[in-house]
T-cell receptor
Framework: GAGVSQTPSNKVTEKGKYVELRCDPI?????LYWYRQSLGQGPEFLIY????????DSGLPNDRFFAVRPEGSVSTLKIQRTERGDSAVYLC????????????FGPGTRLTVL | AQTVTQSQPEMSVQEAETVTLSCTYD???????LFWYKQPPSRQMILVIR??????QNATENRFSVNFQKAAKSFSLKISDSQLGDTAMYFC???????????FGEGTQLTVNP
């Protein structure tokens, strides 16, 4: 079956602009996660959805970052007033139910803020 | 907070030989899961192997096996008969049974030489 997909693959934007990053999880997976991976580092947790609700958003760095999953499937990560420090690869993952079920990752979106 | 440490930023091995990647972690939890993920230049994080902490038997997946030492909080990955396609960044990750995220190490860049 289809894996996790993310669009766009690459996004270049200017400082101060608004961006949306999309994640399509594996069909039937109720758990969805966003991670951010800076160059040369491991992924860092941002937010975890169980169904439509954000079960843990403690990893979001500040209130410029927001994520939604209105129908319990596709999720969108939204970043307002982008800053150069937001440049990173944003990874999405999904798992069947619990966080300790295997997480399957998408290919990521590389965000570059000029 | 849980931490995951990978003390080898880079490693190299000759094709067909065996290599071991190290990982240590710190937690006060008793129920947790450990993972090794592989990330080639394509950015796609691919699960290599997982280990449940309550299982004493070390996990094995074909050429990949782990040495899980719970008391020492150590979780190393052994790759046998290394292949050129094993060249990638390898990340060790930790997940609590009751948690909401994976915590990743900083990664080990493995290069398999012909």
């Amino acid at each position: 079956g289809a894996g996790v997909s993310q669009t766009p693959s690459n996004k270049v934007t200017e400082k101060g602009k608004y961006v949306e990053l999309r994640c399509d999880p594996i069909s039937g997976h109720t758990a969805l996660y966003w991670y951010r991976q800076s160059l040369g580092q491991g992924p860092e947790f941002l937010i975890y959805f169980q169904g439509t609700g954000a079960a843990d958003d403690s990893g979001l760095p500040n209130d410029r970052f927001f994520a939604v999953r209105p129908e319990g499937s596709v999720s969108t990560l939204k970043i307002q007033r982008t800053e150069r420090g937001d440049s990173a690869v944003y990874l999405c993952a999904s798992s069947l139910d619990r966080v300790t079920d295997t997480q399957y990752f998408g290919p990521g979106t590389r965000l570059t803020v000029l | 907070a849980q931490t995951v440490t990978q003390s080898q930023p880079e490693m190299s091995v000759q094709e067909a030989e065996t290599v071991t990647l190290s990982c240590t972690y710190d937690t006060s939890e008793s129920n947790y899961y450990l993972f090794w993920y592989k990330q080639p230049p394509s950015r796609q994080m691919i699960l290599v192997i997982r280990q449940e902490a309550y299982k004493q038997q070390n996990a094995t997946e074909n050429r990949f096996s782990v040495n899980f030492q719970k008391a020492a909080k150590s979780f190393s990955l052994k790759i046998s008969d290394s292949q050129l396609g094993d060249t990638a960044m390898y990340f060790c990750a930790f997940g609590e049974d009751s948690g909401s995220r994976l915590t990743f190490g900083e990664g080990t860049q493995l290069t398999v030489n012909p």
